[in-house]
């Protein structure tokens, strides 16, 4: 049996300017490679484990800057769907500044490789034998191609027995909420891990209340046909909190004074999703101390949030320094 978690997803170009610099005014740019998907799947491949991304990029530069970004985490992108060097490598542009002001992001990914596959060129048998399919929900959001390979990834796990990992996501720049709560039905009713932020689930549904109120509401709207189901709801600065089998855990997020907001939420994914699939780091810990997925999750947005870019490049060193309360002052 494969040991891969399988996603598939775009991933796009990130180009920000200097903190606190409006785009028009800004005279260089920082660029970054970002996807929810890989994101996730970057941080889960620097853990050890196996992971597969399934996509598709232009044949030119651009595009050979993304796949090659993803194999340096160690991803595994031998199933990318490679269109023709017309074609366009999805941009998105950021301006990261202080609150009031805040974070802006305009999308430029109208008609990119992505956007435009061709179902028939994904091979979704990839996903037959793999520990876990991880989708989210901005792919359903990006045109007919993109929904038919994600409808098509989403059977096949069902068909094979494998496990769906499922991240709401939602995008309001890309539909809106009426459309996407209908659109991400059929995922959200399959997963095996569900994750929604608490904003997410009061946009799409309509769910307020304390978080283990709104979860249990979840559960309710998503039971889960009869297996066990973990949906995971994310708190912004007050933490995360999750329930399973109607076991309710809430955990506070850690203290950082990191500002980069982007990826912290797919850090998070990864490191609940690692302790979820019992990798070793996170045995380890557990064995040592009182870590559960929620504490692996908050401790993964919080190191990410200290580091430019979308992908988390952290150490398994780190982690352990962080989740055991170690000091961090190398300054003596």
């Known amino acids: 049996m494969s040991a891969a978690i399988v996603s598939f997803g775009e991933t796009m170009l990130h180009l920000s300017s200097p903190y606190g610099v409006r785009l028009e005014e800004a005279s260089s740019f920082s660029c970054f490679v970002g996807g929810s998907e890989s994101n996730t799947l970057a941080c889960l491949a620097r853990l050890g484990l196996e992971t597969i991304w399934v996509s598709a990029l232009p044949s030119h530069p651009l595009g050979r800057r993304v796949e090659t970004e993803l194999r340096r985490y160690g991803i595994n992108t031998a199933h990318v769907v490679w269109a023709d060097s017309t074609a366009r490598v999805g941009l998105y542009y950021a301006l990261e500044a202080p609150n009031p002001l805040g974070h802006q992001v305009y999308y430029d990914r109208t008609f990119s490789a992505c956007a435009l596959i061709n179902p028939d060129a994904a091979d979704v048998s990839v996903v037959d034998g793999a520990r876990m399919l991880h989708l989210t ?8 191609g993109p929904r038919q390979v994600f409808c098509r990834f989403l059977h096949r796990a069902r068909e094979q027995g494998v496990p769906l990992s499922f991240d709401v996501n939602y995008r309001s720049k890309l539909w809106p909420p009426d459309e996407a709560a209908r659109g991400i039905e059929e995922a959200c009713q399959q997963a095996r891990l569900l994750l929604c932020t608490r904003s997410d689930a009061e946009a799409l549904w309509g769910m307020t209340g304390s978080a283990q109120s709104v979860l249990q509401q979840l559960a309710q709207r998503f039971p889960g046909d009869g297996k066990l189901k973990t949906i995971v709801l994310t708190l912004g600065h007050e933490g995360a909190a999750d329930l399973t089998d109607n076991n309710y855990r809430e955990e506070p997020a850690y203290p950082t004074e990191g500002a980069f907001r982007f990826g912290s939420g797919d850090a998070f994914t990864a490191g609940y999703l690692y302790a ?27 190191l990410k949030r200290c ?3 979308d992908i988390a490049y952290i150490t ?6 962080l989740l055991q309360g170690q000091n961090r002052n190398l300054f003596r």
């Open 276 to 302: 979820y699939l019992e990798g070793v780091l996170y045995r380890e810990l557990r064995a040592t101390g009182n870590v559960t997925p929620l504490t692996f999750g908050n401790a993964f947005a919080a």
């Open 316 to 321: 398994q060193e780190e982690v352990k320094q």
């Open 137 to 144: 929900g901005i792919t359903l959001a990006l045109g007919e």
């Open 307 to 309: 580091l430019a870019g």
